[in-house]
């Protein structure tokens, strides 16, 4: 238990140094304005929380925006921590992982990265229904995390560090474009062989 208090006082610290407010404590302030946001699961409560902190913020989501952030795939996992010996209880560590992209003019990627929340909750054999309504609980306040860590994230973007981003992603795409002309002019150069006749016996 102090481990845990611990950990979620020196991640409220870490949080207040990048300027975050825990929610109800404050404001947070993104310099992004206005933006887009999707998901793969488009009525998932992760991608509900976030537009609903996000427009807490003062954040306009639009899908006329020039960048759209894409929460790509989120996947839940659990794994036994610790077994105890003659006892029915075990502790479980969740985890969660978050995939998201942040799309630009075109439809261009800018960058791509990955969240992960963990949290370690104790299964009771003796009170299934009760270590149940602890794990629900422990996967809400993970969502919360994440929402939270993808503030953070955004929080740390610059619509300079985009704007960055995004004459890099379009210098790449038209270095493939021409490419790909190339390797497609240079086939209609090559002259193409006949095929070889095979004598009638």
Do not use: W
Not at 66 to 91: I, M
Not at 135 to 161: H, N
Not at 184 to 189: A, G, H, T, V, Y
Request: glycine share 4%.
């Amino acid at each position: 238990m102090i481990k845990r208090n611990l950990l979620v006082i020196g991640l409220a610290v870490v949080l207040s140094a990048c300027g975050f407010q825990l929610r109800g404590t404050g404001t947070t302030e993104l310099s992004l304005k206005e933006m887009d946001v999707s998901a793969r699961n488009a009525y998932g409560d992760t991608v509900k929380q976030l537009r609903e902190v996000l427009e807490r913020s003062g954040v306009k989501l639009t899908t006329a925006a020039p960048y759209r952030l894409v929460l790509t795939n989120e996947k839940e996992s659990q794994r036994a921590a610790t077994y105890s010996a003659g006892s029915r209880s075990t502790e479980y560590e969740l985890t969660t992982e978050l995939d998201y992209s942040i799309l630009g003019l075109n439809n261009l990627e800018l960058l791509s990265d990955k969240l992960e929340v963990r949290k370690v909750y104790v299964h009771d054999g003796d009170n299934i229904t009760g270590s149940d309504q602890e794990a629900t609980q422990a996967r809400e306040e993970m969502r919360r995390d994440l929402v939270q860590a993808m503030v953070v994230r955004l929080q740390m973007l610059t619509p300079a560090q985009l704007d960055q981003l995004q004459q890099e992603a379009d210098a790449r795409a038209k270095a493939q474009a021409e490419a790909l002309e190339a390797a497609r002019r240079q086939q209609d150069e090559t002259p193409q062989q006949s095929p070889m006749e095979v004598p009638a016996n």
